[in-house]
């Protein structure tokens, strides 16, 4: 009993470490009047492609773009958007055991590594899975959740932590929804069951359809961040 209390309070500690240091990257962002969107899902739903159109539409419109990009291993994902030429943090978690989500002290090393450069825009790609990221607050102002038409209707429900911890969903890959017989209403309804104020896109991050509406969303949300600054 002794032991599971001891637990707890490891636990308690570890998570209010987390905020509090989450609470000092969100002061180190407005005091270089930057923004910071943090994108989670499971493996393979579509970060980094979506990420690729979503980079090239922010700087059409002017902005400065950092990416911090968390993977376990490799550094794949980084090298797929290089050809952007914007400043790219890299975070393999396998450097320290392996985790399964980016936690705000490695965030707060990857900004520290962005510094130098002038960014309006973070992004971050979180480590895939549903589970953990949605625990660890980074500091983003928003945080986004992908679901692909691939993973079924019934995912909100199954894994709802990080659709209730999430200002937005992001349906993707809805190009394949005819062909999978994907019922579209049903997912729209399950994540509104589960957050019925996150604000949800339909998005092919393969045909850009919706990339669009995605960076005016977050384009807005930096505007008033900063409107009476
Ligand atoms: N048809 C279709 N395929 C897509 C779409 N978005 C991504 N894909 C494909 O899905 C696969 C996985 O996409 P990634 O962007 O690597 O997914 P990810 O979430 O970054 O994956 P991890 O970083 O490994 O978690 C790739 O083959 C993409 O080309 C889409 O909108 N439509
Ligand atoms: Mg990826």
Redesign the pocket.
């Known amino acids: 009993m002794e032991t599971i209390l001891k637990e707890i309070k490891i636990v308690k500690n570890v998570m209010e470490k987390n905020n509090q240091l989450a609470n000092t990257i969100r002061e180190i962002l407005v005091s270089k009047k930057q923004s910071m969107f943090n994108f989670m899902s499971s493996?393979?739903s579509?970060?980094?492609?979506l990420?690729d159109k979503l980079i090239p539409f922010l700087l059409s419109k002017g902005y400065k773009i950092g990416i911090i990009?968390g993977?376990v291993q490799t550094d794949?994902?980084a090298k797929?958007l290089q050809h952007h030429n914007i400043p790219i943090a890299l975070i393999n978690t396998s450097r320290f055991g392996g985790s399964c989500h980016l936690a705000s002290n490695v965030i707060l090393g990857a900004i520290e590594e962005l510094k130098e450069e002038e960014i309006d825009i973070i992004l971050i790609?979180n480590v895939?899975n549903l589970i953990c990221p949605a625990s660890y607050d980074t500091g983003s102002d928003k945080n986004l959740v992908i679901l692909s038409v691939t993973e079924g209707e019934d995912k909100p429900l199954k894994y709802p932590g990080i659709f209730r911890k999430t200002q937005s969903a992001i349906i993707n890959k809805i190009d394949l929804a005819p062909i999978l017989e994907t019922d579209m209403n049903q997912i729209i309804t399950n994540i509104k069951q589960i957050n019925p104020d996150s604000k949800i896109f339909q998005i092919s991050a393969k045909t850009s359809v919706g990339i669009e509406e995605l960076g005016l969303w977050i384009i807005e949300n930096h505007q008033i961040k900063y409107m009476n600054l």
């Open positions: 493996p393979g579509g970060k980094t492609t990420l990009e993977d794949n994902d797929k790609e895939g």
